[in-house]
């Protein structure tokens, strides 16, 4: 029996290879820029953040400021909910909207990515623009994903918190008090009822970036019929998705730890230059002390800080490239295993393609 998750080992090694290599500057600095930007992924999803609270309500400005700019009347606070109210919501929606929009152009840049290894041709801003629609939709999916993978815990700290400190409205307390109250039995039912839907929908979030991109870039099609496309090609080969599961995971396992590796002795070398410019610079300021007892010292010491910053992160970012090349070229390879009509690979970058071609002929 051939695993197809297994096999795919190998040849992402191969794949990479050919993706990244003879190098070219331009090739990786265009890589670079989008592993440095883009979005998604079961461990790094997009989601909606909660919108940041004000530092002051509006019912402390209009008693510790009266008179304000803003309220109804000159000294009174009757006005300063209706005007503020309205500021704040066109803040808040401003500010939503630029996350979202955000969000969607960094998922936009991780088609892009894709688009790289279908083409064996590294472009920005054409396919950028061609995959943002694709973009809008895998954005929303992958939002509720997050939600339903988020809400049973949620749910359970919202409603000990409430237990523990009611609010006053008195619906929301007694329904927190009514779920506190359940036997032991029926929390317990209702805790594994909880992680089952969030495994399910971390599951599905990982296949929709995992398999479902990839499918969406072969097919030009969007999330949905993505996903109807994918489960056409799954019906049957569960066996090969546990496996693929468990040797992305020890992938993973082996990436995260060659990346811890390349931050610390990257990072030591960078302290070290870091701290043998701030020695000298110490010199004609007047010793170590100088370098935070005075200003001059202490612009010093941000620039010093600042440039370590951006060097730690110009050298780290070539070993991003190869381990996010290579785990996505990984997870490319092992879908067109399973279907072979999905490849997304170039030609020139698949080796498996010379083994079909090969084997047809």
Known sequence: MSWHAVDAVDDAVEATR????????????KLSFLVLLMGGG??????????????????????????????????????????????????????????????VASLSLRLVFYDALRTNHVRLWRPFVERFRQAAGLFVVSVALSLGFAAPVAIAVIVSALTSSPTGWERLDSAATAIASLPTEAV???????????????????????????????????????????????????????????VHFVIGIGIAVAEGLAVVLVGSVVAVVAGLVLLIAS???????????????????????????????????????????????YEVSTLAGIDRSLA????????????VTASES
């Open 18 to 29: 050919r993706f990244l290599f003879p190098f070219s500057l331009v090739r990786w600095a």
């Open 42 to 103: 079961a461990s790094a999803n997009v989601s909606v953040p909660p919108v940041p609270e004000g530092g002051v309500s509006v019912s402390e400005r209009g008693s510790s400021v009266p008179g304000a700019i803003g309220s109804g009347t000159v000294g009174g606070t009757d006005g300063i909910g209706a005007v503020d109210g309205p500021l704040l919501a066109a803040i808040v929606a401003g500010l939503l909207l630029a996350v979202i929009a955000l969000s």
């Open 188 to 246: 317990v039912a209702v805790g594994v009822l909880g992680a089952v839907i969030g495994l399910v929908a971390l599951l599905v979030l990982r296949l929709t970036f995992e398999f479902v991109v990839p499918t969406m870039i072969v097919e030009d099609i969007g999330v949905i019929s993505g996903w109807g496309r994918l489960w056409r090609s799954l019906r049957g080969r569960f066996t090969d998705l546990i496996v693929y599961l468990l």
């Open 283 to 329: 010199v004609p300021l007047g010793g170590i002390g100088a370098i935070l007892g005075t200003t001059a010292g202490t612009a010093v010491l941000g620039v010093v800080l600042l440039g370590a910053a951006g060097a730690l992160l110009l050298l780290l970012l070539p070993v991003r490239v190869l381990t996010r090349s290579y785990l996505i070229t």
């Open 344 to 355: 997304l690979l170039h030609p020139d970058l698949d080796p498996a393609s010379a083994t």
